[in-house]
């Protein structure tokens, strides 16, 4: 009798504390559990839009609809009481840190900023309702961890990239489409985090509620049931298996059939009267064809979202309902300093990670170091010559050796590769090699590598050479046959981008030359080469995320290129773009094309070249040694059994904090002690010249283009100079520099930004600007500092303050009196330039006109300042190709205007040996517009 009061008294114990444990987590909504389950999913798809696992999407759009998500995942749970100080400071500091690390350029840093908005969502809930919040947390810990893993562990990246093939070759022979898929299109990192999902929750509901059933019994059985059946327990995970693995089978399925349906697109588009008659219908379908198959990985992220929701909404409602929190909170007291051990060994774990496979502080240098170039091979070593205008005339290599040695090293252009010309080198470039290898060169050049040496073998797409084909030699290019002793070969086919340049589109794994390195403008400055096969113990170094293989064709004339086209069975996304191979005591770096090198594409990614060049001959990948990749798989698993074994909200804020600072940290420094400047001091006089990039100027990047400076870059060329863009405006930039042009900066310099240039014009620099009042806004400040006014002076300001500038528009004015005869300058859309010193009876003035608007309105003036000088031109678009070079070589109205006219400007500002323009017989035809000679 006794007993049974006991039990009865248990029972009601039980009843009561769920009754106010389900008042307390939901205020008697019965809709909590949904917004907690649908928070925690919202927060998933925040992490994979952050990882950039969603597709090829821009990285400002992709940040941003993270950060939206994530704010609606906030806003969905919010409690609508129990505020303190504590608790608002704490959320508002926590979401303005995770919106910060998501908006990082580094996608880990975005990943675990969501972990720290999940973690202090999770924190503000009463411990019941925090559970799917921490699993969700913990997931996204897995991806974070798993990316890192990826980025800093070859090995990690090629087991992933055999798992995604295996899955999509699986599921194309399944359904009779052929589909070959790496690691990115076959969304492991959807599959990962949503396969521990699927495995934690039923057991996390089992390890919180041990004397309640998995199905939610009333408080009058419960005591008569003490444990959950494990028969139940495997039952929930294998549903969860099933949904986890339907979705994904889903999307995969989708991903197959993307080619057929984009062949019968346009079918659908021309079929019917009433889709002829309305437009909307071929927008819908443009679209598509635009999003498939890019985009579809969007598709299979909302799938697993969905599910990730609903498994979550199921477990976190029946422990709820369970209300099992207050044995684990017991189980908890006993093993408080066990946890705190775990925990602090978890969150050392997460700070060494990045330590161990990402961190090299070796600082190479090239000076004095000896890099020998190939003469022979598909190419040529020309650099723009005066009389010889348009995009062909810029050559192909002609300027590497230069920019070789404005690193400090020795350059050698090597007709054979003798013995002699490789004994001291310490880097030897293969570009494109198409001509046959004799013997002894193989030879010579594997013993060169073996006893210390680095080859740079740069290839291109479909290399096929005609006379090995079909010989059975394991080879047939000259490329492949030179990498024999490697596990790295060319593919016979064209790595073909989704966005130009790869803009956004490469993954760039841990390593002393990607380090810090960015893609927002093709800095690695990869276009269409070949993809690259690569098995251990090669290494992947750059990757292609969003492209696809286009194999050869050998019907397709000299280029043997494919049909530009996605067709079904083509390897789809992670191109292997760039690998290498330590070899002996040596190393073997292979690109897959040779763009990089090229006077044209070299002007944007230099930075890149000389990352690469000095590891090449100097460097050391430390974090690539055994010993690192063996710990730092150690402490990825440590890592994450820390976070499995203690899920506290504090814990997985900080191991993800700790993991990201870690990395941002370790990227860096590696990114400094790798770079190396350029440096136009080892040329007498200094040969170097910049065109600015860091300010956003109004030119196109794309220098093709009207509005682009590839005229401008070969002009300097031309000149003598060796023609960089200018990343980023330092100190340490500029003093190794002789000139800089800045066409129209959209942003403002700052007060440092204009302290370096004054700095750098009075130490003897030349400083040339071109804009027009339509674009001086951001440079005024720098202007006004220097002395100049682009469109009204001070002087018509005092006396007027409302007066108005007129554009003075497309006129010539004379810059040059031969006696009989003047030359003249053409510009696109002035304005009129000013200064405080201009005064033009002196005779040697700080200030002087060097060209006119008519009547007598000044539009270019140079200024003295120290040892050097400032040339302000008024108008933005003077130095763009609309106004200087077109891209195919005709001249403007017959003659060479511009081109002369920088011909005599440089030496008149830089120095050297003074250039007259010769008489043309080409008269301007519009000698009204014309101004007077300076």
């Known amino acids: 009798m006794a007993r049974r009061d006991q039990r009865s008294s248990k029972a009601e114990r039980a009843k009561t504390a769920k009754t106010a444990n389900d008042s307390a987590v939901s205020g008697g909504n019965p809709i909590a559990p949904f917004s907690i389950a649908g928070t925690a999913a919202l927060g998933m ?37 129990g505020w303190t100080a504590e608790k608002i400071a704490s959320l508002l500091f926590a979401l303005a840190l995770a919106a910060a690390m998501i908006a990082w350029r580094l996608p ?31 997931a996204v810990f897995l991806l974070a961890i798993y990316r890192t893993a990826c980025l800093s562990q070859p090995l990690v990246w090629q087991s992933a990239d055999a798992v995604g093939g295996f899955c999509g070759r699986a599921i194309g022979a399944a359904v009779g489409q052929p589909l070959s898929i790496g690691a990115t299109f076959a969304g492991l990192d959807f599959l990962l985090p949503m396969i521990y999902l699927a495995l934690a929750a039923p057991l996390r509901f089992a390890r919180l509620c041990p004397r309640l059933s998995p199905s939610g019994t009333s408080a009058d059985k419960v005591a008569d049931n003490p444990v959950p059946p494990a ?25 197959a059939f993307a080619p057929e349906i984009l062949s019968r697109l346009p079918e659908i588009a021309a079929s019917g009267e009433a889709v002829a008659a309305s437009p909307e219908p071929n927008t819908i379908y443009q679209f598509l064809r635009d999003a498939m198959p890019w985009n579809l990985p969007l598709v299979g992220a909302a799938i697993q979202c969905l599910i990730a929701g609903m498994l979550l909404f199921i477990f976190q ?41 990402v961190l090299c502080l070796q600082r190479p240098a090239l000076e004095g170091k000896k890099i020998v170039l190939y003469e022979k091979g598909f190419l040529n070593w020309l650099k723009p010559e005066h009389g010889e205008y348009g995009r062909l005339s810029i050559g192909m290599y002609g300027m590497l050796p230069t920019f070789v040695e404005s690193l400090g090293s020795r350059c050698l252009v090597s007709p054979d590769l003798s013995e002699k010309d490789l004994e001291d080198a310490d880097v030897l470039v293969l570009i494109y090699p198409n001509k046959e290898w004799t013997a002894p060169q193989k030879k010579r050049i594997w013993e060169f590598v073996r006893r210390g040496g680095s080859l740079l073998v740069m290839g291109e797409h479909t290399v096929q050479e005609k006379e090995l084909r079909g010989k059975g030699l394991g080879y047939d290019n000259r490329v492949n046959e030179i990498l024999e002793p490697t596990a790295i070969r060319l593919n016979f086919d064209s790595a073909m981008f989704a966005v130009g340049g790869w803009l956004q589109s490469y993954e760039a794994l841990a390593h002393p030359a990607t380090a810090g390195v960015g893609d927002e403008q093709n800095d690695f400055g990869a276009v269409i080469g070949a993809a690259l096969s690569v098995r251990p113990p090669a290494r992947p170094v750059l990757v292609g995320r969003y492209g696809w293989s286009d194999p050869g064709d050998e019907n397709k004339g000299e280029s043997m290129m494919g049909n530009h086209r996605y067709d079904p069975g083509e390897r789809l996304g992670d191109l292997v773009l760039a690998a290498e191979q330590p070899l002996g005591r040596g190393k073997v770096f292979v690109f897959g ?10 002007l944007g990614c230099h930075p890149f070249v000389a990352r690469l060049l000095t590891y090449l001959a100097d460097g050391d990948n430390a974090p690539r ?67 600015d990039a860091a300010q956003m100027g109004a030119y196109s990047r794309e220098s093709l283009r009207d509005d682009g400076t590839l005229g401008l870059s070969m002009t300097l060329m031309r000149n003598g100079y060796l023609t960089l863009m200018l990343p980023e405006l330092t100190p340490e930039r ?36 071109t804009v027009g009042l339509d674009a001086a806004g951001p440079s005024k400040k720098l202007l006004d500092e220097l002395g100049f006014q682009v469109g009204a002076s001070r002087k018509q300001l005092l006396e007027d303050p409302q007066f108005e500038p007129k554009p003075l528009g497309h006129f ?101 040996e003074r250039w007259d323009p010769p008489n043309v017989e080409k008269k301007p035809e519009d000698q009204e517009t014309e101004g007077r000679t300076p």
């Not at 839009?49 to 597709?55: D, F, P, V």
């Not at 040329?683 to 065109?691: E, M, T």
């Not at 009075?762 to 600007?769: L, N």
């Not at 510009?827 to 608007?853: G, I, Q």
Request: proline residues 6%.
């Open 45 to 81: 798809l925040a992490a994979w839009l952050a990882a950039g696992s969603t597709g090829l999407l821009g990285y400002p759009l992709a940040r941003g609809s993270a950060l939206i998500v994530l704010a609606g995942a906030v806003l969905a749970v919010l409690p609508k009481s």
């Open 108 to 138: 880990i840093v975005g990943i675990a900023g969501t972990i720290i908005g999940l973690a202090v969502l999770a924190w503000l809930q009463p411990p019941p309702r925090r559970t799917a919040l921490l699993l969700a947390a913990e």
């Open 231 to 255: 028969r139940n327990r495997c039952g929930a995970i294998a549903l969860a298996l099933a949904a986890v693995v339907g979705g994904y089978v889903l999307y995969l399925v989708l991903l």
């Open 317 to 357: 409602r029946r422990l709820l309902q369970a209300g099992g929190i207050p044995f684990q909170n017991a189980r908890e007291n006993r093993t408080r300093p066990l946890l705190a051990i775990l925990s602090a060994a978890g969150m050392l774990c997460a700070l060494l990670l990045p330590v161990a496979t």
């Open 593 to 602: 094309d040779t763009s990089t090198l090229t006077n044209g594409v070299m």
């Open 625 to 691: 040694d055994a010993w690192r990749q063996i710990l730092g798989a150690f402490l990825a698993l440590g890592a994450i059994a820390a976070a499995i074994a203690s899920p506290r909200p504090w814990l997985l804020a900080g191991m993800a904090l700790a993991l990201a600072a870690s990395l941002a940290i370790c990227v860096d420094l590696t990114h400094r002690a790798g770079t190396v400047l350029p440096d136009g001091r080892f040329k007498q006089p200094n040969n170097l010249a910049y065109i």
């Open 734 to 769: 500029l003093e190794r520099a002789r000139l800089l042009v800045s066409i129209a900066p959209l942003r403002e310099y700052t007060a440092s930004e204009r302290k370096t240039i004054i700095d750098f014009i009075e130490r003897g620099g030349i400083f040339i600007c």
């Open 812 to 912: 010539k004015s004379p810059y040059f009196n031969g006696g009989n005869y003047y030359r003249y300058v053409r510009f696109h859309a002035a304005w009129p330039v000013w200064h405080d010193d201009l005064d033009l009876p002196k005779e040697d003035p700080l200030a002087r006109a060097r060209a006119y608007a008519p009547p007598e309105i000044p539009v270019i003036i140079t200024r003295k300042l120290g040892k050097g000088s400032a040339t302000v031109i008024g108008d933005t678009c003077f130095a763009m190709n609309v106004n200087l070079e077109r891209i195919d070589g005709s001249p403007f109205e017959g003659l060479r205007e511009n081109a002369d006219f920088w011909r005599w400007l440089l030496p008149v500002l830089c120095g050297g």
